[in-house]
């Protein structure tokens, strides 16, 4: 598996992504408060296929795993299908930014596993298929990069109306700059 440190960086890329699109579908509420729970959201989503393979009740021996890794927990439909009805329901219920911010990170979490040689189960559960780009956690900046990119860029869009470049200028960054003319 990619390292949990990756997990839980791209969990959060996933929140801030969620976040985003809940504000996109104008469903972030007052004080952005639905936004700001998907932003939560997608970084416990973005752990969940691991952890909810471990029981939380205790054996004696501490916590162990009742689910073999990377099946059920990690199935890519049950995912895909949670964050598409979620999004569906979002202008309606913007409680439902909870589930998608989750399924979100729990997406982000998938992605991050694929390369792997132990893959990911997509479409069956049985059946994992792998990427084979590289041995598990050996190019985790690669994949923590590209989520921050996709999350940077898509709330620079959002919430900025702008591409990475407007943005800086309206932080004021440019005219503050002591290389200004
Ligand atoms: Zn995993």
Not at 68 to 85: D, K
Not at 98 to 122: K, Q, R, T, Y
Not at 150 to 178: C, N, Q, Y
Request: without cysteine.
């Amino acid at each position: 598996m990619a390292s949990k440190e990756a997990h839980q960086s791209t969990g959060w890329a996933a929140g801030l992504i969620a976040a985003a699109i809940v504000s996109q579908a104008s469903a972030s509420g007052p004080l952005h408060v639905w936004s700001i729970l998907a932003f939560l959201m997608g970084y416990a989503g973005g752990g969940a296929p691991d952890w909810l393979e471990l029981s939380w009740w205790s054996s004696g021996r501490g916590r162990h795993s009742w689910i073999s890794h990377r099946t059920v927990t990690h199935w890519g439909i049950a995912w895909i299908a949670l964050l598409v009805t979620s999004y569906y329901k979002l202008r309606h219920s913007p409680v439902m930014a909870l589930p998608f911010g989750f399924a979100a990170g729990g997406i982000m979490h998938l992605l991050a596993d694929w390369p792997n040689p132990l893959g990911v189960p997509w479409l069956w559960v049985s059946k994992r298929h792998s990427l084979n780009w590289w041995k598990s956690g050996r190019a985790d900046w690669i994949i923590m990069g590209a989520a921050w990119m996709v999350a940077l860029v898509m709330a620079d869009r959002v919430w900025f109306h702008s591409t990475g470049i407007h943005a800086i200028e309206k932080l004021d960054v440019i005219r503050l700059s002591p290389f200004r003319r």
